[in-house]
């Protein structure tokens, strides 16, 4: 399906980078090494390795590993952008500054191995940083998927960073003009944890 979907000349998500990055790079590493997972058609890494992040994203949708190739050759930045299906990852240990999460929304044994992965690959005090559709999103017709297994409460993400310090945490409505197939009211859910240090 998201082969299908990125096929398109157009960014079906907009070029620009999500709020939640915005916000995440300024608290990320200087030059850090930054993790983009299920990234799509490449606006939030390609966002990061303008302001000096060395970026590798992972999906599984070769057209839009292409796409973000593409748009950081637009930019003039470099990014490493690879085949990946979380499902079958290799999260290597102590690796990544930041891992980041932005509407990639997973069934939930992929979410809690994807979490698990997250947990191990992150260095001491590295951020897990996401913008995820919550349950409400139900309600709004702004994108996101329709099955409220794919969505996520705010005590699911709390609990899956127990002991992880809260640099920054909101859900509610905002909203999103991302491209086509994120226009209007949503229902989301921003997360940056940081790992402990010790």
């Known amino acids: 399906m998201w082969h299908e979907r990125f096929k398109e000349k157009e960014y079906v998500y907009g070029k620009e980078a999500s709020e939640i990055i ?36 992972w ?32 999260w290597a240990e ?20 994807t979490v698990e992965g997250i947990k191990k690959s ?11 559709y919550s349950t409400e999103q139900l309600r709004f017709h702004s994108g996101g998927p329709r ?8 005590v699911q993400l709390l609990n899956a960073f127990e002991g ?3 640099q920054h945490f909101y859900t509610g409505e905002a909203e999103r003009n991302e491209g086509k197939l994120h226009q209007g009211t949503s229902h989301i859910i921003q997360s940056i944890f940081q790992k402990p240090k010790q």
């Open 147 to 154: 099955d409220i297994h794919l969505l996520h409460t705010p």
């Open 22 to 57: 915005r916000i995440a790079a300024e608290k990320i590493k200087k030059e850090g090494e930054v993790l983009s997972i299920a990234e799509g058609e490449g606006r939030n890494a390609v966002f990061l390795a303008q302001k000096g992040f060395h970026v590798t994203t």
């Open 122 to 132: 992150l260095k001491p005090g590295g951020l897990y940083v996401a913008e995820l």
């Open 164 to 166: 992880w310090y809260v």
């Open 59 to 90: 999906d599984y949708a070769l057209s839009g590993i292409e796409k973000t190739k593409s748009l950081a050759l637009e930019r003039e930045v470099t990014v490493k952008a690879e085949f990946c299906d979380l499902a079958q990852a290799d």
């Open 94 to 113: 102590n690796k990544w500054d930041a891992v980041i999460h932005v509407f990639g929304h997973f069934p939930k044994p992929i979410f809690e191995k």
